[in-house]
C-alpha cells in the first residue's frame, strides 16, 4: 500500500478498552436490574417492619402471634424458625427473610443466566469472542459486572432498609439492618455463582436457568426438612439456604456463617470460570438431549399446540400453587389462633369478620389469588411472545385466523387459570384435613374459584392492552396486577382511601372462604374482562403483526 | 398474461414518516415465477406482508387469486405457503413435530414429497428446533412450504443461510414446482438464483416499483459490453454515438453501447481488429446499472 495512502487515512478514535468491554455491558446491565430489585427487596422489609407496629399494636397482640406461631413447625418450614415474633426485629426477619432470600436468588440465577448465556444464545457472545479477549477473560469480566449488580442490589436495599429501621415505632439499629441486608443478598450472590455455573454446561439459557432453578428447589426441600422439627436440624448445614438462615440476623447474628456463603460463592464462579475455557460457544459441557422422538398427539393444530408450549409453565405453576395451598391448609389452625382486637381489625379491613382458622384463610387466600394473577400475566406475556419472536406468523400466514389463534390462547389461559385456582382449593382442604381442622372441601372449591375472578379480570386487560399495544401489553399487565397487590397491601395496613381501595381488584374480591364468594361481584369483574378481551380480539384484527 | 394469481393495485404502507411502499401495481400470473428485487430496506419484506394480511395498507389493496388479503384472509391463505428469510420456530419442538403442526395448520400435506423433501435437504427431523442452525432452521420452513404443494409460493430470501449445495436442491424443487403450474413470487438478493428461476423480474426502490418485465425486456434497455483487440493502433472511441465507458488496457478496449452498435461498426471496420467480443448485461450488471452510486449514497425506506 502506498505511504500517502496510509497517511491520508483518518485516525482511528479511541475507543472503550476491548478489556473492559464485556465487564462494563454486563455492569450497566446489571446494575439496572439490581437497583431495580433492591428497591423491592427493601419495600418488602419496611413494609414489614411498619405493618407490625400498625397491627400488633399492643405486647398481649404480639405475645398472641409469638404464641400462635413461635413453635409452629408448618410455620418454620415455609418461613424459617420465629424465634422473637413478639419484637419488630424478630417479626420482620420471620415475615421477609424466606421470601427474599428466594427472590434475591431468583434474580441472582435468572440475572447470571441471561447476561452470560442468555447474550451467548443471542449471538451477540461471539462478536466478543472475536475480538480482543478469550473465553475465559469474557467470563471474568461478564462475573466483575454481576458483582457490581449484586453491590447495587445490597446498596439499595441496605439504604431502604436502613431508612426504615429510624421509623420511632420499628427502632432497629443501622449496623443491624445493613446485616440485615448483607443477609438478604447472600443468597442472591451465591445463585449468580450457581446461574454463571450452569451457564457453562447446559445447552442453552432456558437450560441453564431451569437447572440452577431445581438446585434452587432443592436447597429450599432440605432447608424445610431441617426446619421442620423432626430431629434432623443439622441438615440446615447442607443447605445454602439454610447458611443464610443461620446468619440469624436482627435476633443473634452468627457472622461465622457467611464463611460457607463465601466459600461456596467463590467455589462455583471459579469452577465457572475454569469450565469457560473448555467448552465451545454455543454449547454446554453437558450432553444436550437435543434429539427426541416426535410426539404428536398434541400438534393437532393452533389449539394444540398452545397447549403443548404453556404446558410446562403450567405444571409449575400448579405446583406452586399445591405447595402454597397445602401449606396454608397446615398452618390454618395456628393463624387461627390469633386473636387480639387490633388483628381482628386488620382482618375486617381484608373483609373478615371474627378470627379462627376459616378467617385465617380466607385473608391468607390471597396469596393464592396473586400466584393466579401471575399465571394470568404470564398468559398474555406468553401470547406476545409468539407475536414478537415471529413464531406466531408461521400459523397466521397459514389457514389460520386471527380470531381463532387467539381464541386458542384464551381457552388455555382461562383453563390453566382454572385449573391452577382448583389446585390451590383442594390442596388447602387436604391440608386442613391433615392438621385435623376438618375444612369444608366445597366452600374452598368455592373460594380457589373466587380468586379466579381478578385472574380472568387481569387477563382480560392484558389481551386488550395486547390488542392495542402489543409492545407495552407485558408492562400493562404486571402494572395492574403490582398496583393492585400494593393498594390491597396498603388497605391492610389501614392506610390509603376507600377510592383508592376499590381500584384493586383484589380489594373487590370476597375474602372466601371465611366469607361466601360473592358471585354476582366475580361476574361483574369477570365481564369487565370479557369484554376488555373482547376489544382486545377486535384490536388485534385490525392492527399489523409487530415483532419486538 | 393468464390468470392472475397476485394483484397489487396502488398498494401503499407507510410507517410515521416513511413510505415503505408507496403505489405498488403489480400482476403476477398464474405458473409464473417473478423475481421480486430490490436494496436493502426498497419494500420488497413489506410488500410481502401485505400480500400475507400480516400488516394493513395505507392505501390499496391486494388479491391472491382474486382474494382480498385482508378480508379474505384466511381463504387466500389455503392457496399459498410462505417462506420467511428469518425461521423462528418453537425451539422445543423437534423438526418432525415443527412440520406435523405446520401441516396440520395448513390443513393438506403431501406426506410422501415430504418425505422425500427431508431426504433432499438431508433434515435431521428428530432433532429440536434448537439445537438447529440456521441453515436447518430455513430447510424446516422450506419444506413446511413446499410439503404443501400450493398454487402459491412467497419466498422472502428463502435460501439464506443455506450452503450452495442446498441452494441448488432449491433450485430443483423450484423448477418443478413451476413445471407443476404452481405461481412462485420470489423475493431474493442471489441474483443468480433470480437469473436462473425467474420468467421476469420486479424491481423496487425506494418503496416503488422502478422497472418490471422479462430478463430479455430488461437488457434491452441496458447497455450491450463490447470489448475489441486491436493489431496496430488503438483507436478513440469516446466520441463515438452511443458508446460509453471506455476503458482501454494496451491493445484491448473495453466499453458499453447503448441503441444501435452500427456507428461503433463504422470506427471499427477502419481499425485492424483480431477479437470482437459483445455480452448482454447480467442480472447483476442491470441491477447495478439501476441502483448504481445512488443505492450507495441515498438512504433507503422502510
Redesign the interface.
Known sequence: MPADVVTAAPPLRAQRSPTTLVLARTARRAVRSGALWGYVLGIVVASSAVSYTRIYKTQADRDHLAAAFGSNRAAAALFGPAPQLNTVAGFTVFKSLMTLMVLGAVWGLLTSTRLLRGEEDAGRWELFLAGQTTRRRATAQALGGLAAGVTTLWAVTAVISVLSGQYSQVDIAAGSMVYFSVAQVAAAVMFLAVGALTSQLAGNRRRAASSAGWFLGFCYAVRMVADAGIGVHWLIWLSPLGWVEQLRPLTAPQPLALVPIAVFSAGVAFLALHLAAFRDTGSGLLADHDRAPARLWLLTGPLGLAIRLVRPAAVAWALALAATGLVLGLIANAGGTISGSSVQTVFSRWGVPGTGATAFLGVTFLIAAVLVGFIAAGQVTAAREEEAEGRLEHLLVRPVSRASWLAGRAAVAIAVLLICSLVAGVTTWLGTTAAGIGANLGSLIGAALNVAAPALCIWGFGTLAFGLWPRAASYVVYGILAWALLVELIGGIGAGSRWLLDTSLFHQMASAPAVAPNWTTNGIIIGIGAVCAAGGLLAFESRDIQGA | MGQVAVHCEGLSKRYGPVDALSQLNLDVAEGEVLGYLGPNGAGKTTTI?LL?????PTAGRAEIFGLDCQHQ???A??R???V?G?A???????G??TL???G????WVDEAYRDELVRLFEL?????V??YSKGNRQKV?LI?ALMCRPPLL?LDEPTSGLDPLMEQAFRHCIGEAKKRGQTVFLSSHILSEVESLCDRVAILRHGRLVETGTLADMRHLSALTVEATFDGAVPDLSRVAGVSSVHANGRVVRCQVSGPVQPLLKVLADYPVTELLSREPSLEELFLALYGDQAVKEPVAG
Open positions: 406482508r400475507l394480511g400480516l400488516v394493513r384472509t384466511v381463504e391463505h389455503r399459498l405457503a410462505y420467511p428469518e423462528n420456530l418453537w425451539p422445543s419442538l423437534t418432525a413435530e406435523h403442526v405446520l396440520r395448520a395448513q390443513g435431521d427431523s428428530a432433532k429440536k434448537r439445537a420452513t413446511a412467497v
